[in-house]
């Protein structure tokens, strides 16, 4: 399984669209200190709070967490119909 990538993806989205931390913070309902601890990798964002960080910028929950299939559809597919 792999390691989950949550705080860089968090730091370079957070920076690609030109926000602080307080900002961020201010956007989800949390202390700049819990974006703090998110991107440094202290802690990990609340479950509840994914979705609207996702929608925040505008990515997909998986694309968030850096997620991506270990097995391609098709072999999921072959893997089924076996």
């Known amino acids: ?5 949550l705080a860089s993806i ?5 920076k690609g ?3 602080t931390q307080d900002e961020l913070a201010a956007y989800i ?3 700049k200190a819990s974006v703090s601890k998110w991107e440094t990798g202290q802690s990990y ?3 509840t ?3 609207q960080l996702a929608a925040y910028f505008n990515i997909s929950i998986d694309e968030l967490m850096g997620y ?3 097995m391609e559809r098709t072999d999921i597919t072959k893997l089924y119909t076996r």
């Open 68 to 70: 991506s299939p270990q």
């Open 17 to 19: 669209k030109g926000i």
């Open 29 to 31: 309902g949390v202390s």
């Open 10 to 14: 968090i730091v370079a989205k957070r």
């Open 1 to 5: 399984m792999k390691e989950i990538n």
């Open 45 to 47: 964002p609340d479950i």
């Open 49 to 51: 709070f994914l979705p």
